[in-house]
C-alpha cells in the first residue's frame, strides 16, 4: 500500500445552509484520524486552502519527529497505546509470539530497551523511519558493538513492527527495518580471511597443559575446574552453551559416550544437535578424576559459584577471563571466545581414521550436530600441517 501524498490528504466538508467549504486532513493510514485543520485561536476548519496546506504540512513534520496533534494523541481504543514502542515492545514480550526460549527473550527485551532509549519509549511507531534507524545504526556502531549485535538489534527492532502489523497497530507497510537500503553485513572484511581460527594439535596440547596448571580459587566467584572444562571443549567440539549446559548424566563412563541434549538448564540451537560423541581415552581420564563421588545425573558437570538458582549452583556464563589467562600462561594466541576450540576438534577429528581408514564427513558432521556435510567441508576444512593418523583425538605433548 503507497503512502499518501500530500494532496490527497486533504479534503473538504461543506457546512450545512452557510455552503462554507473548509479542509480537514486524512491521517488514518499514519495511525491517526480525520482531522480539522484549525488555524491557531481558531475553534472551526480554515476555508483557505492556502492556510489548510501550510497546516498540514507543519502536522507532517510534527509526526515524522515523533509527535501527534493533539486530536490523534489518544490512539484508537481497539489500538491501545500500542502505536508507541514502548508499549508494544512491552506487548512482544509479554505475548512471546515466536515461541521463543526465556534466554532469548531476554535478549530481545535488552535489545528493545536500547531502541526505547534512543527514540524514546513515547515515540509513535509511524514516526520512525529508515533515515531514523541508520542513524541508531550508527550510535550502535559508534558505541563499540560489532556488525552481528548491531543486526540482532533490528531483528529485535523489527519483531516488534511485524506483531504490530499483525495486531493492526500499523499499516502493513510500516516498518523502517525491511524499508533499509542495506543493513549492516555480519562478516568480516572482504579482505581478510573468512576462514575461522582453529589450533594446530601441538598448540592445543600447549593450551591444556597450561590449564592443568592454572591455579584458581573459588574465592571471588573463580572457576577452579578449567582443565577439564577446556578439555571438554576440546574433545567433543561442543558450543559454549552445549558444553557448560552438561550434566553427569550425559557422560555414560560404560558406554564411552558423551551425549548432548536438552535439559533444564539449556536447550539446543537446532532439533538436529542433539547427538552423542565419543568420550576419548584422554577425556575419559580427567573426566574420572574430576568427577565427585556424590554426584547427581541431574547436576552440571561445570556449576558456576555466581548463578544460583533456588539454592542450586546455575551455569557458567562467561569465560574470557578463563580465556585471558590461557593465553597468558601458554604464549598461544587465543580469541575470547571459545569458538575455537571446536575448529580444533573438526580439524582434528578429520584427520584420524575408522578401522584403518579416512573418518567419514558423515560421522564428523554428526558429531558436531549438523544434519550434513556442507557445513564441514565449507567450514571445518582447515589445512592442518599435523596429521597423526590415529584411531582417537588427543593433544599431548612430546614425551606425555
Same mark, same amino acid.
Given at each position: 500500500?503507497?503512502?499518501?501524498?500530500?494532496?490527497?490528504?486533504?479534503?473538504?466538508?461543506?457546512?450545512?445552509?452557510?455552503?462554507?467549504?473548509?479542509?480537514?486532513?486524512?491521517?488514518?493510514?499514519?495511525?491517526?484520524?480525520?482531522?480539522?485543520?484549525?488555524?491557531?485561536?481558531?475553534?472551526?476548519?480554515?476555508?483557505?486552502?492556502?492556510?489548510?496546506?501550510?497546516?498540514?504540512?507543519?502536522?507532517?513534520?510534527?509526526?515524522?519527529?515523533?509527535?501527534?496533534?493533539?486530536?490523534?494523541?489518544?490512539?484508537?481504543?481497539?489500538?491501545? %497505546?500500542?502505536? *508507541?514502542?514502548?508499549?508494544? &515492545?512491552? =506487548? $512482544?514480550?509479554?505475548?512471546?509470539?515466536?515461541?521463543?526460549? /526465556?534466554?532469548?527473550?531476554?535478549?530481545?527485551?535488552?535489545?528493545?530497551?536500547?531502541?526505547?532509549?534512543?527514540?524514546?519509549?513515547?515515540?509513535?511507531?509511524?514516526?520512525?523511519?529508515?533515515?531514523?534507524?541508520?542513524?541508531?545504526?550508527?550510535?550502535?556502531?559508534?558505541?563499540?558493538?560489532?556488525?552481528?549485535?548491531?543486526?540482532?538489534?533490528?531483528?529485535?527492532?523489527?519483531?516488534?513492527?511485524?506483531?504490530?502489523?499483525?495486531?493492526?497497530?500499523?499499516?502493513?507497510?510500516?516498518?523502517?527495518?525491511?524499508?533499509?537500503?542495506?543493513?549492516?553485513?555480519?562478516?568480516?572484511?572482504?579482505?581478510?580471511?573468512?576462514?575461522?581460527?582453529?589450533?594446530?594439535?601441538? %598448540?592445543?596440547? *600447549?593450551?591444556?597443559?597450561? &590449564?592443568? =596448571? $592454572?591455579?584458581?580459587?573459588?574465592?571471588?566467584?573463580?572457576? /577452579?575446574?578449567?582443565?577439564?572444562?577446556?578439555?571438554?571443549?576440546?574433545?567433543?567440539?561442543?558450543?559454549?552453551?552445549?558444553?557448560?549446559?552438561?550434566?553427569?548424566?550425559?557422560?555414560?563412563?560404560?558406554?564411552?559416550?558423551?551425549?548432548?541434549?536438552?535439559?533444564?538448564?539449556?536447550?539446543?540451537?537446532?532439533?538436529?544437535?542433539?547427538?552423542?560423541?565419543?568420550?576419548?581415552?584422554?577425556?575419559?581420564?580427567?573426566?574420572?578424576?574430576?568427577?565427585?563421588?556424590?554426584?547427581?545425573?541431574?547436576?552440571?558437570?561445570?556449576?558456576?559459584?555466581?548463578?544460583?538458582?533456588?539454592?542450586?549452583?546455575?551455569?557458567?556464563?562467561?569465560?574470557?577471563?578463563?580465556?585471558? %589467562?590461557?593465553?597468558?600462561?601458554?604464549?598461544?594466541?587465543?580469541?575470547?571466545?571459545?569458538?575455537?576450540?571446536?575448529?580444533?576438534?573438526?580439524?582434528?577429528?578429520?584427520?584420524?581414521?575408522?578401522?584403518?581408514?579416512?573418518?567419514?564427513?558423515?560421522?564428523?558432521?554428526?558429531?558436531?550436530?549438523?544434519?550434513?556435510?556442507?557445513?564441514?567441508?565449507?567450514?571445518?576444512?582447515?589445512?592442518?600441517?599435523?596429521?597423526?593418523?590415529?584411531?582417537?583425538?588427543?593433544?599431548?605433548?612430546?614425551?606425555?
Amino acid at each position: 500500500m503507497a503512502s499518501k501524498t500530500r494532496k490527497d490528504r486533504l479534503y473538504t466538508r461543506v457546512q450545512g445552509s452557510t455552503g462554507m467549504v473548509r479542509y480537514y486532513a486524512d491521517l488514518r493510514d499514519l495511525g491517526g484520524g480525520q482531522l480539522a485543520l484549525r488555524a491557531p485561536g481558531s475553534s472551526r476548519a480554515t476555508t483557505d486552502p492556502d492556510q489548510a496546506r501550510i497546516l498540514l504540512g507543519k502536522i507532517l513534520e510534527d509526526i515524522a519527529a515523533g509527535k501527534m496533534p493533539l486530536k490523534t494523541a489518544r490512539p484508537k481504543k481497539r489500538l491501545g %497505546d500500542e502505536t *508507541r514502542l514502548g508499549a508494544m &515492545a512491552q =506487548r $512482544l514480550i509479554k505475548d512471546n509470539p515466536g515461541d521463543v526460549t /526465556e534466554k532469548w527473550q531476554g535478549d530481545v527485551e535488552r535489545r528493545l530497551q536500547r531502541a526505547k532509549v534512543y527514540f524514546g519509549k513515547e515515540r509513535s511507531l509511524i514516526s520512525i523511519e529508515p533515515r531514523h534507524v541508520r542513524d541508531w545504526i550508527k550510535k550502535l556502531t559508534a558505541e563499540g558493538f560489532a556488525n552481528g549485535t548491531i543486526r540482532h538489534h533490528l531483528h529485535a527492532l523489527s519483531s516488534a513492527y511485524r506483531y504490530a502489523q499483525e495486531l493492526g497497530t500499523v499499516p502493513p507497510y510500516c516498518n523502517p527495518v525491511s524499508r533499509l537500503y542495506r543493513k549492516p553485513s555480519a562478516r568480516r572484511d572482504r579482505k581478510e580471511s573468512q576462514k575461522a581460527e582453529y589450533l594446530e594439535i601441538p %598448540d592445543a596440547a *600447549r593450551i591444556l597443559e597450561a &590449564a592443568k =596448571r $592454572l591455579k584458581r580459587t573459588r574465592r571471588n566467584g573463580l572457576i /577452579e575446574f578449567v582443565h577439564p572444562l577446556v578439555a571438554t571443549f576440546l574433545l567433543t567440539g561442543g558450543r559454549k552453551a552445549e558444553v557448560l549446559g552438561l550434566t553427569w548424566g550425559d557422560i555414560d563412563f560404560d558406554l564411552g559416550l558423551v551425549t548432548f541434549a536438552p535439559n533444564e538448564w539449556r536447550g539446543l540451537k537446532r532439533e538436529w544437535s542433539e547427538r552423542t560423541v565419543p568420550l576419548w581415552p584422554q577425556l575419559r581420564e580427567i573426566m574420572e578424576a574430576y568427577c565427585p563421588a556424590n554426584c547427581s545425573t541431574s547436576d552440571l558437570v561445570f556449576p558456576s559459584p555466581r548463578t544460583a538458582h533456588g539454592g542450586r549452583e546455575g551455569m557458567v556464563n562467561d569465560v574470557r577471563k578463563i580465556m585471558i %589467562d590461557l593465553q597468558k600462561n601458554s604464549g598461544v594466541d587465543l580469541p575470547e571466545g571459545v569458538t575455537i576450540f571446536r575448529h580444533t576438534y573438526a580439524t582434528a577429528r578429520l584427520q584420524t581414521t575408522d578401522g584403518g581408514k579416512q573418518i567419514s564427513l558423515w560421522t564428523v558432521a554428526k558429531e558436531l550436530g549438523h544434519k550434513n556435510v556442507s557445513r564441514v567441508e565449507d567450514t571445518y576444512g582447515h589445512p592442518s600441517h599435523y596429521r597423526p593418523r590415529s584411531e582417537v583425538v588427543e593433544y599431548r605433548l612430546k614425551g606425555q
